[in-house]
Every structure is written in structure tokens, then in C-alpha cells.
């Protein structure tokens, strides 16, 4: 195990370089999740609208898909 | 037409190359970590800590290259009118912010045991200082206004005014005096770095690159639904 404590320990540099690599991941997740948790919550506002608007509803995004 | 033609293009090739983006961030990411904690050597003069580098350098392009980015669609947006180009610079924005405050903060870490400071006052940090307000102040003004599109042009226009500072940035370190060292990978003839250091650095830097171009997808996304929804619901509160 000597060689994971000095892996860990970084030349005595590990308070550090530890913590950058550990912000690194909580704001490039964190960007992430928070981003993916906004669309799923609007795809499902979207969906949930378009159900209510029913049948009358056309979609005008077909005609801007057929072009 | 037009106006709805483009997203639809937009979400088509969206869909084709995101798994490709995800899946490219998360190997070039697990290469990089494995390259730059297990596999470079100690630096002869910092030893361990500079290990910090493969995140901070990378973080620091990204800040400038995500703003480049933002004031080219700020620029498109003013002169085309084209309604993608603002959505991609409201959905870059928090995004440039993240990265600029990852290059600050880890500069700081890095900083504190090679410089003795967490912070000097100098053109290099000021200027990336600077950077990360600009960035605050486009996510407040793009949301500041009633109407979205007054928003995405008013916050347009600060982001081209704000493109100055990128010069200022990348040439600080030659223009006045300073503690941050000079560009080191980019300067004239052969880089000033090992190969054993530089793949770390590139597959970070990368990785960083495919990540942002995924998470702004999975952003403009969210705009267009959001877009949608608003027109829906306009179209709903007129028809009764």
C-alpha cells in the first residue's frame, strides 16, 4: 500500500492538486446534470401541453420538417 | 419557413453526432486523467504539483476558446438575425463561465505553493477575473428583459464590446510584468515541453473541447423546447 499513500500524498502537494481535479469534476457533472435536468423537465412540460391541447392541435412543426 | 427550418436541421444532425460527442469526452477524458495522474512524470522543478497544469491550461483555453465562440454567434445574431446563433450563446455562456472559474480557481491552487500567493493582481489574472464577470453579465442580461430575443440581442452586443479582452488576455503575459509564466506550448519553433507532458494536456484539452460542444447541444435543445413551449402557450392564451 506504500505506493497508493504516496500516489495519494503527490510529493506533499496533495492538498493541491486534489482538490482542482475534484472541482474539475463537480462543476463539469454538475454543468451537465444540470443541463440534461432542464430539458428533461421541459420535454415533459411540452408533452404534457401538447396531450391537453388534444387532437385540435396541429402541429405546425411538421411543415417546417417537410422542407 | 426558414425560421423553423434551421432548427429542425439543427435537431436532426444534434441527434446524430451527441453520442458521438458523450462517448468522445468520456474516452479522451479517462485517457487524459490516466496520462496526466499515472503515467507523466514529476516536473524537475514543481514536482507533483504540476499536475495541476492538465486541468488549469486546458480550463484557461477553454474560457477563451468558449468566448470566441460566443462573440462569432453574438456577431451572426446582430448582422443574419439567425435565432440559433442566440440560442447557442445563451446555452454557452454558463458553460464559459464554468470553465473560466475552474482556470481561476485552479490557477489559485497552483499558484499558492509555486508562487507563495493565491492571487496577484497582475494583467494575466485580472484579465481572466474579467473574463468571468463578462460571462455573469451575459447570463443576467440575456435574461434580463421580458422578451427573449431583446435579451439574446442586448447580451450580444456586450459580448462583442467584450471581445476586446481577448487579446488582452492572451498577450498579458508579453505586455506587462508578471508572475504568470509566457504561452509555452504555442510559441515560435519547438514548444517548451516534453511529449511525456504534452499528450496529457492534448487529451484534456480536447476532451474539454468535445465536452463543451455535447453540453451546449443537450442546451440548445432545452432553448428550442423552451422556445416552443412559449409559442404554445401564447397561441392558447389568444385562442380563448
Redesign the interface.
Known amino acids: 500500500m506504500g505506493s497508493l499513500d504516496d500516489f495519494l500524498a503527490m510529493g506533499g502537494y496533495a492538498v493541491y492538486v486534489w482538490p482542482a481535479y475534484l472541482l474539475a469534476a463537480i462543476v463539469l457533472i454538475g454543468l451537465f446534470a444540470v443541463s440534461r435536468a432542464e430539458l428533461r423537465r421541459r420535454e415533459r412540460h411540452l408533452q404534457a401541453l401538447e396531450r391537453s391541447r388534444g387532437a385540435a392541435g396541429h402541429r405546425r412543426r411538421r411543415g417546417g420538417d417537410a422542407r | ?1 426558414h425560421r ?2 434551421s ?2 436541421r439543427f435537431l436532426r444532425l444534434a441527434g446524430a453526432v451527441q453520442p458521438w460527442l458523450a462517448g468522445g469526452t468520456l474516452v479522451l477524458m479517462a485517457l487524459g486523467l490516466y496520462l496526466a ?1 499515472f503515467d507523466s512524470p ?1 516536473d524537475y522543478q514543481q ?3 504540476v ?2 497544469m492538465y ?2 491550461v486546458p ?1 484557461a483555453w477553454m474560457a477563451l476558446f468558449v468566448y470566441a465562440c460566443i462573440a462569432v454567434a453574438s456577431a451572426s445574431l446582430l448582422v443574419w438575425r439567425h435565432p440559433l446563433a442566440g440560442l447557442f450563446a445563451k446555452a454557452s455562456a ?2 464559459g463561465a ?1 470553465f473560466t ?2 482556470a481561476l ?2 490557477g489559485s ?2 499558484g ?2 509555486m508562487w507563495g500567493t493565491w492571487w496577484v493582481w497582475d494583467a494575466r489574472l485580472t484579465s481572466v477575473l474579467i473574463l468571468f464577470f463578462l460571462y455573469l453579465g451575459l447570463i443576467a442580461l440575456t435574461n434580463a428583459f421580458e422578451s427573449p430575443e431583446r435579451g439574446q440581442r442586448a447580451s450580444a452586443v456586450l459580448a462583442l464590446v467584450g471581445s476586446v479582452n481577448l487579446p488582452i488576455i492572451k498577450f498579458s503575459v508579453d505586455w506587462w510584468n508578471t508572475l504568470h509564466q509566457p504561452a509555452s506550448i504555442t510559441r515560435m519553433g519547438t514548444p517548451a515541453i516534453d511529449p511525456s507532458m504534452l499528450w496529457p494536456l492534448f487529451s484534456m484539452a480536447i476532451a474539454f473541447t468535445l ?1 463543451y460542444f ?2 451546449v447541444i ?2 440548445v ?2 432553448e428550442l ?2 422556445a ?2 412559449r409559442a ?2 401564447r397561441l ?1 392564451t389568444e385562442g380563448r
Open positions: 419557413m423553423f427550418a432548427p429542425a495522474l514529476p514536482g507533483e504539483s499536475r495541476i486541468i488549469h480550463a454558463p458553460i464554468g472559474f475552474l480557481v485552479t491552487l497552483w499558492k505553493p465536452y455535447w453540453v443537450v442546451r435543445r432545452g423546447i423552451e416552443r413551449l404554445l402557450t392558447q
